[in-house]
């Protein structure tokens, strides 16, 4: 018998110079392209998106739809600008099966920032961070250090126009080594009847965070 091992698909912003923690996602997650979306619209980042965007506008030919369509990415690049003033640096979108219900696909939400911190013990940041406002509070020694793990259920307005009542949001706290930063990851759903899966989902994201290249010494090509 062979030993099968997990498979890796790594991003090129893993080898990043500035790249300051490396995590992964389990498959079912599609990153979003944050820098896109909030590049300015002449850079040579917003090309990507740019072209995209035509050949997403060239394929509605009903001009009521299309408006509709801008609309909506408006409201999308709104959304980034939003995260990214809040220091998330990257997000990704999930889509997975209910294999423990009807089979139904269920959508989440990830992000993970960085929030500036005043210098503190590692552990004693973790439990202040988790401490206000969660449920289902606990306290992890990771391979990274130590951190925290916290729900949060919260309805969501009506005029918000979307077509759930409820969310919920699953977070995690990895304080960085230098005492001043910390990591915060966040995974949101609709499907609030499954928390114990994306909880568990967003632990084993925790668990493989590294604050220290994992790639070094590993050669650039197999």
Do not use: K
Not at 12 to 21: G, I, L, N, V
Not at 36 to 58: F, H, K, M, V, W
């Amino acid at each position: 018998m062979t030993e099968e091992h997990p498979t890796y698909i790594l991003s090129d912003s893993a080898t990043a110079p500035d790249r300051e923690a490396w995590f992964a996602l389990p498959a079912g997650f599609t990153t979003l392209p944050l820098g896109a979306l909030t590049a300015p619209p002449d850079s040579p980042d917003a090309s990507p998106l740019r072209d995209a965007l035509g050949e997403i506008l060239g394929a509605v030919p009903d001009g009521v739809v299309r408006q509709q369509v801008i609309g909506q990415l408006a409201g999308a690049q709104r959304m980034m600008f939003a995260l990214r003033e809040e220091g998330v640096v990257h997000c990704s979108l999930g889509l997975h099966r209910d294999d423990d219900g009807d089979g139904r696909l269920l959508t989440s939400f990830f992000t993970f920032r960085w929030q500036e911190i005043s210098r503190a013990p590692r552990h004693l940041t973790a439990a202040r961070a988790v401490a206000a406002g969660h449920d289902r509070i606990e306290v992890l020694d990771l391979p990274c250090g130590p951190a925290a793990l916290g729900e949060a259920a919260m309805a969501v307005a009506p005029d918000l126009g979307v077509a759930v009542d409820r969310l919920l949001q699953v977070h995690a706290y990895l304080p960085h080594p230098d005492g001043c930063r910390l990591v915060v990851l966040t995974l949101t759903t609709a499907a609030v009847d499954r928390r114990t899966h994306y909880r568990a989902m967003l632990r084993d994201v925790a668990e493989h965070v590294s604050f220290d290249n994992p790639l070094a010494g590993l050669p650039t090509q197999v």
